[in-house]
């Protein structure tokens, strides 16, 4: 089991950036694969990405491909969400997550941050 906290989040206009945080403690960092995840108002929670244990292979979901980047320090017990060119429908409650497997399933991922919220203004 690992803790997970999210930090970096607040509000951005559109076509702004953020840098998302997770820092994990409790366990082996390096042994779990860190998703992110995000949920809107009335709306289920969503894949974002997703980084290997090495983390040299990343998946984005399709909405944010091109505009987010995910990457992790495993030196450091970190997680990192680089967000661009932000849009208003990126306004959510951003989570990482992390799992023993190669998955971009909610159900798959053991551990959860309490999340940070990232709103885009228009």
């Known amino acids: 089991q690992v803790q997970l906290v999210e930090s970096g989040g607040g509000l951005v206009q559109a076509g702004g950036s953020l840098r998302l945080s997770c820092a994990a403690s409790?366990?082996?960092?390096?042994?779990?694969?860190m998703g992110w995840f995000r949920q809107a108002p009335g709306k289920e929670r969503e894949f974002v990405a997703r980084?290997?244990?090495?983390?040299?292979?990343?998946t984005y979901a399709a909405s944010v491909k091109g505009r987010f980047t995910i990457s992790r320090d495993n030196a450091k017990n970190t997680a990192y969400l680089q967000m661009n060119s932000l849009k208003p429908e990126d306004t959510a409650v951003y989570y990482c997550?992390?799992?023993?497997?190669?998955?971009?399933?909610?159900?798959?991922?053991?551990?959860w941050g309490q999340g940070t919220q990232v709103t885009v203004s228009s």
């Open positions: 409790g366990g082996t960092f390096s042994t779990y694969v």
């Open positions: 980084i290997n244990r090495g983390g040299d292979t990343r």
């Open positions: 997550a992390a799992s023993k497997l190669w998955s971009t399933r909610a159900y798959a991922y053991d551990d």
